[in-house]
């Protein structure tokens, strides 16, 4: 009777120290996914509580009533090792997913990368991760098959803008273009509270082929927002472009005929089809 007494008053500690860990992590934070990570490890922690105060008095118990324990220990124990090898992967996927919530590396609403697929977090459990990605499509993701967390929406987002221009285009006069279109986009209220600092011009980047590239990069906040004021970034870049007549360059087809011995070049005749005059009677032959 002690015996149970104890355990039930050790499980009714369990649940009062969940409890308070939960009321002074709330007290942290409002967010509603920050909340359920803490019920999730709560609920963890009181199960793992319980299991091992169950198991301990149930010992205990059959010890009082003269029944040997030894034969049952053995017995769990080689159970113990079967279970082990055969659910090695669910508890290597519990003991990854306690983790992942007591560190807060996922959170729900969050955009990952894990295991080689990205999307959007929908629901982050002790056994596995749900992701959708932008096509709609659903993963799930067991725990233990995660190695390295790329979380793309924590805190801020400094997204990369790289735009690629002609050649004969002066460098200094598109970069100060790019700069007030940011700063054009920052006063923007639509826009302004998503950037929290002004567009970091980082310069040139790269000569490629055909074209010059530029690169500059803003500070979003939330991160979730980095894609939309990308797009939006690009799309008044364009019409900016456009206004000011700044080249930006696309396939060009360059026919060369070649020179002779003598470094003349050769004829190169063009046929143009004729078209009928607007009084002629004869019709066009038809386009194949």
Not at 95 to 104: I, K, N, Q, S, V
Not at 202 to 225: H, M, N, W
Not at 249 to 262: E, I, M, Q, R, S
Not at 276 to 285: C, D, I, L, Q, R
Request: aromatic share 8%; net charge positive; glycine share 8%.
């Amino acid at each position: 009777m002690v015996i149970l007494l104890v355990a039930w008053l050790l499980q009714f500690v369990a649940g009062r120290i969940t409890r308070a860990f939960r009321r002074v992590m709330a007290r942290r934070t409002t967010a509603p996914d920050e909340l359920r990570r803490i019920d999730t490890v709560g609920r963890a922690i009181r199960y793992f509580a319980t299991v091992v105060v169950t198991l301990v008095a149930g010992m205990l118990v059959l010890n009082e009533l003269g029944i040997s324990i030894a034969p049952i220990l053995a017995t769990a124990g080689v159970a113990g090792v079967a279970i082990g090898f055969g659910a090695q992967s669910l508890i290597k996927d519990y003991f990854t997913g306690f983790f992942l919530l007591l560190e807060d590396q996922i959170r729900q609403g969050d955009v990952v990368e894990v295991a080689g697929k990205g999307g959007l977090v929908e629901e982050v459990t002790l056994r596995y991760v749900r992701l959708r990605d932008i096509d709609g499509h659903v993963h799930y993701i067991p725990n233990g098959e995660i190695k390295i967390v790329t979380n793309r929406t924590r805190g801020f987002a400094t997204p990369l803008v790289e735009i690629g221009v002609a050649y004969r285009e002066n460098v200094d006069e598109v970069l100060a273009v790019m700069k007030a279109v940011g700063a054009a986009m920052r006063a923007d209220p639509a826009w302004g509270s998503r950037i929290v600092e002004d567009l970091e011009m980082i310069g040139l980047e790269r000569l490629d082929a055909s074209s010059v590239t530029l690169r500059c990069r803003f500070k979003v906040v939330p991160a979730i927002e980095q894609w939309n004021v990308k797009r939006e970034f690009l799309r008044r870049v364009k019409a900016a472009f456009d206004e000011k007549g700044i080249e930006i360059p696309f396939p060009h087809l360059t026919v060369y005929a070649g020179k002779l011995k003598d470094g003349s070049a050769p004829p190169f005749p063009v046929s143009l089809p004729q078209q009928p005059s607007s009084g002629s009677s004869e019709s066009a032959p038809p386009r194949r």
